[in-house]
Nanobody
Framework: QVQLVESGGGLVQAGGSLRLSCAAS????????MGWFRQAPGKEREFVQG????????YYADSVKGRFTISRDNAKNTVYLQMNSLKPEDTGVYYC?????????????????WGQGTQVTVSS
């Protein structure tokens, strides 16, 4: 059993920055691939960025390349998403997920646990 709690969302102007945090409770946090997803109203949940259990490899969606950075601190059981140069199209609810099988963790259906989400709104 893993519990995830996201924080750090808010309202920012285009070009601004936010840092999201996802705090995990449970055993063997470092065994999980961690991913960030986002969902806008009426749209499918989409993969944003992910990181392997050790933090050695990261993956990202083309839409956020060069703007977002994922990181994790296994000693603190926390994963982060640093978001820079934000655009209005980045608006949505951002979810943190934990995925035990790292072979397919860029797909939402592969995730075993989800947080409640945190709202990010970017104004133009």
């Amino acid at each position: 059993q893993v519990q995830l709690v996201e924080s750090g969302g808010g309202l920012v102007q285009a070009g601004g920055s936010l840092r999201l945090s996802c705090a995990a409770s449970g055993r063997a946090f470092s065994s999980y691939f961690m991913g960030w997803f986002r969902q806008a109203p009426g749209k499918e949940r989409e993969f944003v960025q992910g990181i392997t259990g050790s933090g050695s490899t990261t993956y990202y969606a083309d839409s956020v390349k060069g703007r977002f950075t994922i990181s994790r601190d296994n000693a603190k059981n926390t994963v982060y998403l640093q978001m820079n140069s934000l655009k209005p199209e980045d608006t949505g609810v951002y979810y943190c997920g934990a995925c035990l099988n790292s072979h397919t963790c860029e797909a939402a259906w592969s995730y075993d646990y989800w947080g409640q989400g945190t709202q990010v709104t970017v104004s133009s």
